[in-house]
């Protein structure tokens, strides 16, 4: 019976090892489904849509081949149309058959050569989400979401590609093969087990039968062994016949079940059963809910740090060549006129340096407006992770037309003492607060003034009530240094043939206003405190005797005086209309614009 069993074990070994095997051999599908897409007359820009993408499920892989300099950008479909808005394109998409089909798109306005393509370089747009650029070929792993498409181009002036593949990943996890082998491989196992035990349980039931030796003659002597040599004798022998066939039946056993264990530990994770790999992990509920109809963000989280580090490697190197052009690529309004003036000081005075005023390497907090137009604003903190006493940066961004990069309006260290309101999350993003708005204890266009008010006009300026602590303090620091400036004059006896006038005010750039969760706004605004230096007697002549102004007047002296301006941008925390609270000041930054000798 055992036998029999044996016999049953090596036929299911034999089943279920082949199955699984064949699992993973023969009755294993292809590993992806592949779509080719062609363009016949190829244009510099090529528009895959989101569809096409999207036609089968699983991970997008996009394979682009050309000979030369080859671009992929993804980004929301909206945009990349806007970008494209000026200039003839191939667009991709499905038919309703599910096959992908190419159109010519011309130019909803014309470009501005005149030409059918803008000859424009995708290369370093921050409209993109992300981009991938390579030479001859290039392989993009994508998810892609509904809203989202793909643009493939070189240089915006040489035709695009043409020789581009799109492959999803098939699921060929075959999570019973590794079970069977294994199962297999035990009924092997015991089928071996059972086969040694028959053969060991017939050999004993098989045992000598010998008829016992007849009656001797008396007269023949019989010589007996002795019966140590004769049990010696029987051992020996019994011991050569049951150790033999054993080793044999081993020898056969053991590497059949090596190479069963080996065929089920060379199996890959795929192709065992995976408790639990679908099951929803919890995630904690948003404490933000989007609001109806809410647009999404001009830039999302990863976007808008690959844009920060963008600025401040530009800056870094626009400061470290005094390059105003450079620079003008990232900075825009007060910023940017502060920039040049310093890079002009620091080509004219050799002493003069200190590290200027650059974003941080960490975007700590990202408050992206929530807009489908342009301009477009984006507000971000960044600090310095290695060094904690480093003071954060503060800046707000500007991009004015889909085929400009954002810019810098104004950039400033943050208070130690100043805590940023709660503001939305980046994935959600916040709206703009127009200048007008009534909803805020002041409106932004106002803003500004108020502040130099409060500045020039003390505790008898009507907003003096209106701002907190840290402005009241920053403000004090105004006009003490103003007082310093005319007890110098006067230290120096120029009391009475000098005098000196200060004036603040609101500059011409417009405030940049991004909504808080608490229906207030973050508000970035400038100003410009302007002191004039006249002589009060028609003989006397004022001396300028500060490095800056000597080297920007070229003079060392005025006959009618001269006037010095300092740009100071701000950073206020606006409280909604009703609200207790106090306009808060989160930072600053104070730069000289200009010194004019007055004729």
């Keep these: 019976m055992r036998f029999v069993w044996a016999v049953v074990a090596f036929v299911l070994a034999t089943v279920l090892i082949g199955a699984g095997i064949a699992q993973r051999t023969i009755f294993m599908g292809p590993t992806e489904q592949r779509m080719e897409l062609t363009v016949d007359q190829p244009t510099p820009y090529v528009l895959v849509d989101a569809d096409v993408l999207r036609a089968h499920t699983g991970l997008q892989t996009l394979l682009v081949r050309g000979k030369g300099d080859v671009f992929v950008a993804y980004a929301r479909t909206d945009d990349m149309k806007s970008w494209l808005s000026d200039t003839a394109y191939d667009h991709v998409s499905l038919t309703k058959s599910g096959k992908p089909k190419t159109a010519r798109v011309k130019a909803e306005q014309p470009p501005a050569d005149g030409g059918e393509t803008s000859g424009r370089s995708p290369v370093g747009?921050?409209?993109?989400?992300?981009?991938?650029?390579?030479?001859?070929?290039?392989?993009?792993?994508?998810?892609?979401?509904?809203?989202?498409?793909?643009?493939?181009?070189?240089?915006?002036?040489?035709?695009?590609?043409?020789?581009?593949?799109?492959?999803?990943?098939?699921?060929?996890?075959?999570?019973?093969?590794?079970?069977?082998?294994?199962?297999g491989g035990l009924l092997l196992a015991v089928g071996i087990v059972l086969y040694i035990l028959g053969i060991r349980h017939q050999r004993r039931g098989r045992g000598p039968r010998r008829k016992g030796p007849g009656p001797l003659p008396e007269t023949q002597p019989i010589t007996m062994p002795e019966r140590a040599e004769i049990e010696l004798q029987g051992d020996a022998g019994t011991t050569q016949r049951t150790m033999t066939p054993l080793r044999r039946r081993l020898a056969i056993a053991l590497p059949a079940l090596a190479l069963t264990g080996l065929l089920a530990t060379g199996c890959t994770a795929d192709s065992w059963p995976q408790f639990g790999g679908d099951a929803p992990s919890p995630t904690p509920s948003p404490s933000v809910v989007a609001p109806e109809?809410?647009?999404?963000?001009?830039?999302?989280?990863?976007?808008?740090?690959?844009?920060?580090?963008?600025?401040?490697?530009?800056?870094?190197?626009?400061?470290?060549?005094?390059?105003?052009?450079?620079?003008?690529?990232?900075?825009?309004?007060?910023?940017?006129?502060?920039?040049?003036?310093?890079?002009?000081?620091?080509?004219?005075?050799?002493?003069?340096?200190?590290?200027?005023?650059?974003?941080?390497?960490?975007?700590?907090?990202?408050?992206?407006?929530?807009?489908?137009?342009?301009?477009?604003?984006?507000?971000?903190?960044?600090?310095?992770?290695k060094n904690a006493k480093k003071p954060p940066v503060l800046l707000t961004m500007v991009q004015s037309d889909p085929w400009a990069n954002y810019r810098v309006t104004s950039m400033a260290d943050m208070l130690a003492k100043s805590t940023f309101p709660n503001v939305a999350p980046a994935w959600l993003g916040t709206t703009r607060v127009p200048a007008e708005s009534a909803f805020l204890s002041l409106?932004?266009?106002?803003?500004?003034?108020?502040?130099?008010?409060?500045?020039?006009?003390?505790?008898?300026?009507?907003?003096?009530?209106?701002?907190?602590?840290?402005?009241?303090?920053?403000?004090?620091?105004?006009?003490?240094?103003?007082?310093?400036?005319?007890?110098?004059?006067?230290?120096?006896?120029?009391?009475?043939?000098?005098?000196?006038?200060?004036?603040?005010?609101?500059?011409?750039d417009e405030p940049l206003s991004l909504a808080t969760l608490d229906s207030g706004a973050v508000v970035s605004v400038s100003v410009t405190d302007t002191q004039t230096i006249t002589p009060t007697n028609p003989d006397a002549v004022i001396k300028i005797t500060d490095e800056p102004s000597k080297a920007l007047t070229g003079v060392s002296e005025a006959a009618k005086g001269y006037t010095t301006t300092y740009g100071i941008q701000l950073f206020f925390a606006v409280p909604a209309q009703g609200s207790n609270e106090q306009i808060r000041l989160l930072a600053y930054k104070q730069d000289l614009l200009s010194v004019q000798v007055i004729k």
């Design 293 to 385: 109809n809410q647009k999404q963000p001009v830039v999302t989280d990863k976007q808008g740090q690959r844009i920060v580090a963008d600025v401040a490697s530009t800056l870094t190197k626009a400061d470290t060549d005094l390059d105003g052009k450079l620079a003008e690529t990232r900075l825009i309004g007060a910023a940017l006129d502060a920039r040049r003036l310093e890079y002009q000081l620091r080509g004219k005075i050799e002493a003069r340096e200190g590290a200027l005023v650059t974003p941080l390497g960490k975007v700590k907090i990202l408050l992206p407006e929530a807009t489908e137009g342009w301009p477009r604003t984006v507000l971000a903190l960044t600090v310095d992770e």
């Design 125 to 183: 747009s921050d409209l993109w989400l992300d981009s991938f650029a390579d030479k001859d070929s290039l392989v993009a792993n994508l998810q892609l979401t509904k809203g989202n498409s793909v643009l493939i181009a070189r240089d915006g002036v040489k035709p695009a590609p043409t020789d581009i593949l799109v492959s999803w990943a098939l699921d060929t996890r075959t999570p019973w093969a590794g079970p069977l082998m294994a199962a």
């Design 443 to 508: 409106p932004p266009s106002e803003l500004a003034g108020a502040f130099s008010d409060f500045v020039d006009a003390d505790d008898k300026s009507q907003y003096a009530g209106d701002f907190d602590e840290a402005s009241k303090e920053f403000a004090k620091s105004i006009r003490d240094s103003r007082a310093a400036l005319v007890k110098k004059a006067a230290d120096a006896g120029a009391g009475k043939t000098s005098k000196a006038a200060f004036k603040m005010a609101a500059s011409d």
